[in-house]
C-alpha cells in the first residue's frame, strides 16, 4: 500500500526539479564535455521509442480480443453513436471556454506588432514548406485513412485509424470461425493483450527518468522567459484549458457520468503526467488504456473502442488551443471578427481537430488551415511559436484527460456500476 503512494511524489518532484534544472542551466551546460541537453535528449527518446513500441501490439490486441469475446452481442450503432457524441461535446465545450477567454482577456489587443526571431521565421518557413493542406483534404485524409490498402503498412506506420478499422473487422470475423479456431485465436490475442500491458507496466517504473529528461530538454529550450514574453496569450490558453479540465470535465463526471470526479483524476494520474512530458498522445495511450481499464475500472469493451479512437480524433485541448491562437492573431492584427466569422472559427476549430495527429506540435498545422480559410496572415503563428512546445504539453494532458471522460461517460452510460466504484486501485490492479 505504502509503496503505491510514493509514485505520484516521485513523478511531480521530477517535474519540478526538470523544470527548474531545465529553465537555470540552460542548453549549453554540460560536465566533462558531455552536454547535459544531448544526454537527456537520448534518454527522453529511448523512453518515448518505449512507449510507442507498445502502441501497435497493444491496441490492436486489445481491440480484437474485446471484440471477439462480444462480437455477437451487437450494439455497437449506440455504442458508436454515444462516442462520438461526447466527442464532439467535449470538445465544442472546449472551444467555447476558449472563445470565451480569449474575447474577455483579450490577449491581442494589447500588443502592436508581430516580433518574430530567426528561429520563429524558420519553424514557420519549414511548415509552410511542407505545404498546408486545405480543410477538406485534411477531412478525406481522414477519411481515407480508415481504410489502409496494406495492413503491414498500417501497423508499421502506427496509423492508428487504420489499426482500428483492421481490429475491428478482425476481432468480429473471429466470432464466426468454427469454435475450436476461434478458441486459440481468442486466446492468442487475449495472451498477448495481457503481456503487453505488463510491458507498459514496466516502462512505468522508469516513468520519473522519462519524465525528467523530456520536461529539462523542453525547458532547456524555451525557458520561463517566452512565457513571459507572451504572458497574456499564455494565460489565456492555460485559463482555458484549466476551466474545461477541472471544471466542465469535473461536472459532466459528476452529473452525467455520476461518479466522483477527484477519484477519477487519481486513477488517471501516470497517465497525465506521461502526456505532460511526452507531449503526444499517441505515445500516451498504453499508459491511457492501463489507467482507464485497470484503474478506472472500464470494460475493455468500452475501453479498446472509445480511448485509441480518441486518441485519434478527440482532440479538446488542441481545438481549444487553436481557437485561441487564431483569434489572438486576429486581435493582434487589429481586425475585428464578426459573430459569423467566429462561429467559422469554432467550426473549423472542430473539424480540424479531428485530423490533429497525436504527436508534440501537430495543431500547428491544424491553426495554419483556420488562418487560410479565415483570410488571416499565415506568419502570424510566429508570434506565438516559442511557447508552442510548453503549452503543448498542457493541452496534450487535457487531450487525454477528456479522451478518458469520454470512456468513463460511455461506460455509466451503458450501466457498468464498477467503475471507479473504488479509489483502491491497488484492488483493480492485476
Ligand atoms: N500534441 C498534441 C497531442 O499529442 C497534439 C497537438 O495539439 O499538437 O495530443
Known sequence: ????????????????????????????????????YSVFDIVGTIFLNALTLVVVPLV?????????????????????????????????????????????IGPGHSQIAPVMNATDTAQLGQLQAKGVPTEGQTLIGVLISIVPSNILSAFTKGEMLGLIFFSLIFGYAITKVESHAAGILKGFFQGIFQAMIHFTHIIMKFLPYGVFCLVAKVFMVSGMGSLQSLGLFTLTVLVGLAVFMFIALPLLLKYVGKVQPIRHFKA?????????????????????????EKRAGVSNRICSLVVPLGTSINMSGSALYECVAAMYIAQVYGISLSFST??????????????????PSASLVAILIILR??????????LFIAVDRLLDMCRTTVNVFSDSCCAILVARSEGEEQVLATDNFESMER
Open 268 to 292: 488517471m494520474f501516470p497517465a497525465l503526467v506521461t502526456a505532460f512530458s511526452t507531449s503526444s498522445s499517441s505515445a500516451t495511450l498504453p499508459v491511457t488504456i492501463d489507467c482507464v
Open 373 to 382: 480559410v479565415i483570410g488571416l496572415p499565415l506568419e502570424g503563428i510566429g
Open 60 to 104: 490492436s490486441s486489445s481491440i480484437i480480443s474485446g471484440i471477439a469475446k462480444i462480437g455477437g452481442e451487437g450494439g455497437f450503432g449506440r455504442l458508436g453513436a454515444k462516442m462520438f457524441t461526447f466527442y464532439i461535446g467535449t470538445s465544442l465545450i472546449a472551444i467555447l471556454i476558449g472563445l470565451l477567454f480569449v474575447n474577455l
Open 342 to 359: 467566429q462561429f467559422l472559427v469554432v467550426l473549423m476549430a472542430l473539424i480540424t481537430s479531428i485530423g490533429v495527429a497525436g504527436i
Open 1 to 36: 500500500m505504502r509503496k503505491k503512494h510514493k509514485r505520484p511524489w516521485g513523478v511531480f518532484l521530477a517535474i519540478i526539479l526538470a523544470i527548474l534544472f531545465g529553465s537555470f542551466v540552460g542548453k549549453e551546460a554540460g560536465l566533462f564535455g558531455v552536454s547535459f
